[in-house]
């Protein structure tokens, strides 16, 4: 497969037919756009170097634009003419002439390695400044315009984290609500929920919104050197939902990697023998609901949305029976032959479920056991009273094979009917349809094109919108066959039927995920 043929910093215009006029602003996206430095290549997709671009809608018109990452990782590695810097599936060994005992010893003593810069994931905004960023503690601040890098960010520098993830809320207010884990240096480990006010940036004096960083909670380790994964959360108006997975890092094993000549990835274990804990935190008082809920061992990624329902919390996600996912994206296997990656993964991989969680809010404990305490009528989920007390959830499924799910931004935290996703296949192309589910009816409507390989779907509402799904749906695409090129694809978000597309005269990537700024963010 062919990931990518970038080329750096492009300008472009292009022209879109049909493009509703109130459609203003800019789509942002993120992903690995460099996977060959040199003589040298990296071994996993979620290692290349980041490339970030831009459409720009205005007034009719559309701009694109893309520029790799000038982070610290991109510098050195573009320097050297190699890759120097480790990655999440690359580890680069030190150079035998340097003293391997102070590395070793400056690396126990950390417990935890340096990571890379290289923020791929996601574009998030803390305040009104806009960071590519993924799961570690540094982040590169852009400005959304350029795609310049401002400055590198270190959360370390503002609050106790080694880690944080690429996915965090927005309230109605602009608030902005995040999650990390703070390891061996900062005291006892815990996972921590925080929060960045809106109005927290200081461009005059060209503060950081970080600077203003408030800990909404803590949540102690279930095992102290086995913390739980995880890439996202859900959050209500009044809770954070919190998944503790039985899918771990092994902090032993993370620190002493690169001694034993094992890449980061490896240090990711799944126990299906565990259970999976379910945090439900009082976003106003940072305090854990006292009622344990759990359920079987799972994996999850993504969670779509949450919200409170009559005594209850609600809260969907996309779930795994195994961690597999990560393993389909080495580049040994992107590259390989359908027929080929078929025969030697054939039942490696589990497919991706939509399943909804439901979490009664009043719990008597003198319930009798085996009672469902979930009263909701629209939904088969269950939560199951045990003799110590606990609940015993049990999900709804509501669609299979759909992953990178979106909505309507606008009710997040609140009551939904739909999400968009893109449609998984275990093959070497796997993104190849994005899809539309509704959740009442449970029925689904999807857009595809031969040879078109569709990025994560972005939902825009339209100007004055007053259903749920009044708007538009945004995906780059690529294509597989050279006579093809890329393009912006609009979609009717009701219906799915093509609005516009627009061929790009340029080379881009297959992304990961984005932010849509309305034009007045932009100012």
Known sequence: MTFCRCRDDV????????????????LLRNGPGLFKVGDTEYNHWFDGMALIHSFTFKDGDVYYRSKFLRSDTFKKNTQANKIVVSEFGTMIYPDPCKNIFSKAFSYLLAAIPDFTDNNLINIIRYGEDYYASSEVNYMNQIDPVTLDVIGKMNYRNHIALNMATAHPHYDDEGNTYNMGTALMRFGMPNYVIFK????ASDKEHKKPALRKVKQVCSIPFRSTLFPSYFHSFGMTENYIIFVEQPFKLDILRLATAIFRSVNWASCLKYDKEDITLIHLVDKKTGKAVSTKFYTDALVVFHHINAYEDDGHVVFDMI????????????????RKETHEFIE?????????????????????????????????????????MQRDGSLYCLPDTIFEGLELPGINYKLNGKKYRYFYGSRVEWTPHPNKVIGKVDIVTRKYIEWTEEDCYPSEPVFVASSGAMEEDDGVILSSVISLNPKKSPFMLVLNAKTFEEIARASIDASIHMDLHGHFIPTQSTN
């Open 319 to 334: 779930t795994y029976k195994d961690s597999n996912l990560y393993e389909m994206f080495y580049l040994v296997n992107l």
């Open 344 to 384: 030697s993964n054939m039942g490696n991989f589990s497919p991706p479920i939509c399943q909804r969680f439901v979490l009664p809010l009043t719990v008597d404990k003198d319930t009798p056991k085996g009672t469902n305490l979930v009263s909701l009528k629209d939904t088969t989920a269950k939560a199951v």
């Open 11 to 26: 300008t472009t215009p292009i022209g879109l037919a049909a493009v509703p006029e109130w459609l203003q602003g800019t």
């Open 196 to 199: 960045v006010p809106v109005n």
